[in-house]
């Protein structure tokens, strides 16, 4: 004879509050990789081209294309929203605009480097904390990221690269993430692109290859990579076990 488990009513009124305090809050998908150049970004953009192409209401906000020529490609027909000059110690500084952004709220906005750090005087210290403000307005949001920019990673990516990345995004933000695409590429076929120029300039990739992207460090990075996706779909699994009773 088996016992019908009885939910714990505690338990129910905070999976209330949950589901009230989501509705109508926008969704986040991080485009998720171990390094620069497995082809994040690339995906990002190709899926929000796929969203336009389905009618849905598409702004660029802020993607960085570092050169790369099929990067720009993607970017060409998007509507793309026009960077905030931000005068600071005798330079102008571009930054997103949030306002902006809100102003139009688009469908769907895209958001890249969610690590950086604003210039003084705007609204949120880091850029991530825009793209909160975003979601609770209830605008879907596509950003990318790299593993070293995880926060809790940060000593773990510094101890196996030696490079200590100094901008982070705290482990929270997968807290607000609906879905983490891993985009996957083997350190090979990383390499092969990092010589070909694909990534970086030619004396970049070659200073790059002899330290950051050594081999042996690209196989770490890339399994911390899984591994983080890998809990952010137990997590997901687990929440859906929990509210479905199984």
């Known amino acids: 004879m088996t016992t019908e488990r009885r ?38 953009l190709e899926a929000a081209r796929e969203q336009r192409a389905q009618g849905v209401d598409v702004v660029v906000g802020w993607v960085e294309s570092h050169g790369r020529v099929e990067t720009e490609a993607l970017l060409d027909g998007l509507e793309i929203l026009p960077r905030r000059p931000v005068e600071y110690r005798g330079t102008t500084l571009a930054e997103f605009d949030l306002d902006a952004a809100l102003a139009r709220r ?13 210039a003084p005087g705007s609204r949120h210290a880091k850029r991530w904390q825009d793209a909160l403000e975003l979601l609770d307005a209830g605008i879907d949001v596509y950003t990318a ?6 926060d809790s990673l940060n000593d ?10 100094r901008e982070t995004v705290p482990d929270s933000i997968f807290e607000h993430t609906d879905e983490v695409e891993l985009i996957d590429l083997p350190p090979d076929d990383l390499l092969h692109r990092l ?18 992207f050594r081999k042996g460090n690209l196989i770490a990075l890339r399994e911390l990579a899984l591994r983080v996706t890998a809990q952010h779909v137990d997590a997901e699994m687990r929440h859906y076990m929990r509210d479905h009773a199984i």
Do not use: C, S
Not at 11 to 34: C, D, M, P, S
Not at 158 to 165: D, H, R
Not at 195 to 209: L, M, N, S, V
């Open 7 to 44: 939910p714990d009513p505690d338990e129910l009124l905070a999976r209330v509050k949950e589901a009230e305090t989501r509705q109508g809050r926008g969704k986040l998908k991080i485009f998720f990789g171990a390094a620069a150049g497995v082809g994040k970004t690339y995906a990002m």
């Open 106 to 118: 688009p469908a769907l906005i895209l958001v890249d480097e969610l690590a950086h750090t604003n």
């Open 145 to 150: 990221m790299n593993v070293q920019h995880v």
């Open 156 to 165: 773990v990516v510094a101890k196996i690269t030696g490079v200590v990345v």
């Open 195 to 212: 010589r070909e120029g694909k990534i970086y300039i030619p004396d970049q990739a070659r200073e790059a290859i002899q330290n950051f």
